[in-house]
């Protein structure tokens, strides 16, 4: 069964910490990670990786992928109050031949306190 | 970018009665929609597949008589709660990719979701 599985299920730090949260997975078929922030209604994309070792970073976020592992890690430096959300992991597989499918983790929840 | 629509934001219904959501890829077609449950704190679950022109596909547990899923064009797809039951009240959220500017691998875009509140 594919699975994916983020840890620490919640996290709650202070302004200025840095944070890493981390995602494995057990699939067939893998084709890229995403990591995705949720806070009121959909989730917005942060990153899509496909290759090992490459880091992906947008300001204070990076992310980086270890296809060998099976696991990818989301950093974020000098957190604020605004980072405070879901982060959700998600992986895409080839399924049906054609058609790409989205298994997301379980998320981890970020509150970031002043 | 891409822009995936979803009506309503949120529904209160009674217990029995019947409520259509509505996906819409805004400025790009999509052959393919998908539709995603949340329940509170949790992570969202692929429910099914909508495949425009054809019949979806679901997930493993979820009733097909119960979320029925339309999908008549490339830039709409239609999830109808029947008979809904306080047990389906949850966050539905709909995405769809835009394989004109990203290919099948392109991240998906969601719709802003739909709070059912079924009482």
């Known amino acids: 069964e594919d699975k994916v599985v983020q840890s620490p299920l919640s996290l709650v730090v202070h302004e200025g910490d840095t944070v890493t949260l981390n995602c494995s997975y057990e699939v067939t078929n893998f084709r890229s990670l995403l990591w995705y922030k949720q806070e009121k209604k959909a989730p917005t994309f942060l990153f899509m990786l496909t290759s090992s070792g490459i880091e992906k970073k947008s300001g204070r976020l990076s992310s980086i992928l270890d296809k060998k592992e099976l696991f990818s890690i989301l950093n974020i430096t000098a957190t604020q109050t605004g980072d405070s959300a879901i982060y959700l992991c998600a992986v895409t597989i080839l399924y049906g031949g054609a058609t790409n499918k989205l298994i997301f983790g379980t998320g981890t929840l970020l509150a970031v306190q002043p | 970018g891409a822009v995936v629509s979803q009506h309503p934001s949120w529904v209160i219904c009674k217990s029995g009665t019947s409520v259509k959501i509505e996906c819409r890829s805004l400025?790009?077609?999509?052959?393919?929609m998908f539709w995603y449950r949340q329940f509170p704190k949790q992570s969202l679950m692929l429910m099914a597949t909508s495949n425009e022109g054809s019949k979806a596909t679901y997930e493993q547990g979820v009733e097909k008589d119960k979320f029925l899923i339309n999908h008549a064009s490339l830039t709409l797809s239609t999830l109808t709660v029947t008979s809904a039951h306080p047990e389906d009240s949850s966050f539905y959220i709909c995405s769809a990719r835009d394989l004109g500017t990203g290919g099948p691998n392109s991240p998906l875009h969601f719709g802003n979701g739909t709070r059912l509140t079924v009482t």
């Open positions: 400025d790009f077609q999509a052959t393919t």
